[in-house]
Nanobody, 116 residues
Framework: QVQLVESGGGLVQPGGSLRLSCTASGYTVSIINFGWYRQAPDKQRELVALFRGSSDPDYGDSVKGRFTISRDGHANTALWLQMISVKPEDSGVYYC?????????WGLGTQVTVSS
């Protein structure tokens, strides 16, 4: 089992910056994919940024060039999302995601609101 806990969400003005954190505990050595998804009201959950194994991260088209994902090497105990030049459409609940060979894990999410 893996437990994921997000932090760092909040209210930020358009054009501002925010840094999200995810702390993973439990059987973290089993994690293969590790990343962030988000969900806005009345919309489907979408990919924000994702490490697939040891490959370079993938980013959703809408955040490329503005968001950067990073992690604590291959220990998979911590994950971060640096958000810059945020837009109102970046608002939503941001979820930490992890997947082992057979199981998908989600955190409870952290709310990000971009508004003036």
């Amino acid at each position: 089992q893996v437990q994921l806990v997000e932090s760092g969400g909040g209210l930020v003005q358009p054009g501002g910056s925010l840094r999200l954190s995810c702390t993973a505990s439990g059987y973290t050595v089993s994690i293969i994919n590790f990343g962030w998804y988000r969900q806005a009201p009345d919309k489907q959950r979408e990919l924000v940024a994702l490490f697939r194994g040891s490959s370079d991260p993938d980013y959703g088209d809408s955040v490329k060039g503005r968001f950067t994902i990073s992690r604590d090497g291959h220990a998979n105990t911590a994950l971060w999302l640096q958000m810059i030049s945020v837009k109102p459409e970046d608002s939503g609940v941001y979820y930490c995601y992890a997947r082992s060979r057979t199981v998908t894990y989600w955190g409870l999410g952290t709310q990000v609101t971009v508004s003036s």
